[in-house]
């Protein structure tokens, strides 16, 4: 069974850093996209950050091109993603999700998610 389990939400202030794990067990990363996404209250689900487990390539949306990096620890089948310079607008619920496809930061496309954890950006 393919689990996956995402934490290191909470409550920091504008500015501030988070940085989120996502632990995936009875998948083994290999040639897949792992993606977190978030969805905030009355939005769209939204792809935040993917990553290629096969060669590492990495795909941001706009919004949060160059505060958030994703990175990926294979033996760990670990994916994180660093939240710097935080905005109350990335106030959302945060999801990772494994993609069978490679290269792709679309949810319909994602196969297996875990819970949510939910980050909140405080003005």
């Known amino acids: 069974e393919v689990q996956l389990q995402a934490s290191g939400g909470g409550l920091v202030q504008a500015g501030g850093s988070l940085r989120l794990s996502c632990v995936v067990s009875?998948?083994?990363?290999?040639?897949?996209?792992i993606g977190w996404f978030r969805q905030a209250p009355g939005k769209e689900r939204e792809g935040v950050s993917c990553i290629s487990s096969s060669d590492g390539d990495t795909y941001y949306a706009d919004s949060v091109k160059g505060r958030f990096t994703i990175s990926s620890d294979n033996a760990k089948n670990t994916v994180y993603l660093q939240m710097n310079s935080l905005k109350p607008e990335d106030t959302a619920v945060y999801f990772c999700a494994v993609s069978p496809y490679l290269k792709v930061c679309s949810s319909p496309l994602y196969e297996y998610w875990g819970r949510g954890t939910k980050v909140t950006v405080s003005s």
């Open positions: 009875g998948f083994t990363f290999d040639d897949n996209n």
